[in-house]
C-alpha cells in the first residue's frame, strides 16, 4: 500500500542547532516534493518545493533533499529558534491525478 | 498580493442539520481551487478540487458536496451532517493553466474548525 511516514513524536532541540525531519514514502514515485509549515489552528504554509532531478535545494536557513532511491526527503533548518517551533509537513505528488498526498506531519519545538 | 479568505473560523452545528462553507481567492485568475480535511494528527485529506467554474472531482464518497460558483468562489455544502463530519476544513488555492499537479505550491486559508453535536 501507498504511504508517507513523518516522525509522529515531536523533535525537541536546543536554540542554535539544526533540526533534521524525516519523511520516507512507500509505493509512490513523485516528480516533485514539498514541504510546508503549520501552526496550530491555521493552514499550512508553503516553504519550499524539489523536483526529483535535484538533489539539494535552500532557502536561508532551510534545506531540503530528496533520495528517489531511498524514497526519502530530508528537511534541515539551521540555527533554529524559538520561532521555528511547528508541524512540518511533507507533501508529494499522489501519481493518480498528479494530486498532493500529505504526511500527517512532525512538531518540532526548539528551546531557548 | 493574492489572498484567500475562509470563513467562518470555527461552527458548531447539530447532526443532521445543513452545512455551508465558503471560501475565496483575490488577486488571481483561474486558479486550481481544493478542500482538504485534516482530522488530528493525521495527514489532510483531499476532499474536492476544481480547475474551473462548474468543474469538480470528488475524492472520497462522502456526505459532502463541492460547488464552484464563480471562478475565484468555492463552496464546501452538506444537507444533513453526521458526526464524522467533523474536523478542520481548510481550502486551497494553486496556479491553474500551468497544469493541475504537484509541481505548483498550494496556498491555503485558516481554515474552519466543524464541530458536529
Known amino acids: 500500500s501507498q504511504k508517507i511516514e513523518q516522525n509522529s513524536e515531536a523533535l525537541n532541540i536546543q536554540e542554535g542547532k539544526t533540526a533534521t525531519l524525516t519523511c520516507n514514502y512507500t509505493?509512490?514515485?513523485?516528480?516533485?516534493l514539498q514541504w510546508y509549515r503549520q501552526d496550530p489552528g491555521r493552514g499550512p504554509v508553503f516553504l519550499l518545493l524539489?523536483?526529483?532531478?535535484?538533489k539539494e535545494k535552500r532557502k536561508e536557513r532551510l534545506k531540503v533533499t530528496f533520495d528517489t532511491t531511498l524514497k526519502q526527503s530530508l528537511f534541515h533548518i539551521t540555527a533554529s529558534q524559538p520561532a521555528d517551533s511547528a508541524t512540518y509537513l511533507c507533501?508529494?505528488?499522489?501519481?493518480?491525478?498528479?494530486?498532493?498526498?500529505f504526511g500527517a506531519g512532525t512538531i518540532l519545538r526548539v528551546k531557548s | 498580493s493574492q489572498t484567500i479568505h475562509q470563513w467562518p473560523a470555527t461552527l458548531v452545528q447539530p447532526v443532521g442539520s445543513p452545512l455551508s462553507l465558503e471560501c475565496t481567492v483575490e488577486?488571481?485568475?483561474?486558479?486550481?481551487l481544493y478542500w482538504y480535511r485534516q482530522a488530528a494528527g493525521r495527514g489532510l485529506q483531499l476532499l474536492f478540487y476544481?480547475?474551473?467554474?462548474?468543474?469538480i472531482s470528488s475524492e472520497v464518497p462522502q456526505n459532502l458536496s463541492a460547488s464552484r460558483p464563480q471562478d475565484r468562489q468555492f463552496i464546501l455544502s452538506s444537507k444533513k451532517l453526521l458526526l464524522s463530519d467533523s474536523g478542520f476544513y481548510l481550502c486551497?488555492?494553486?496556479?491553474?493553466?500551468?497544469?493541475?499537479?504537484?509541481?505548483?505550491?498550494?496556498?491555503f486559508g485558516d481554515g474552519t474548525r466543524l464541530s458536529i453535536l
Open positions: 476544481s480547475v474551473g467554474i462548474g468543474q
Open positions: 507533501a508529494l505528488e499522489g501519481g493518480n491525478g498528479n494530486k498532493l498526498v
Open positions: 486551497a488555492w494553486s496556479v491553474g493553466r500551468v497544469g493541475f499537479g504537484s509541481n505548483q505550491p498550494q496556498h
Open positions: 488577486g488571481t485568475s483561474n486558479p486550481n
Open positions: 524539489i523536483r526529483e532531478n535535484e
Open positions: 509505493n509512490y514515485s513523485p516528480a516533485y
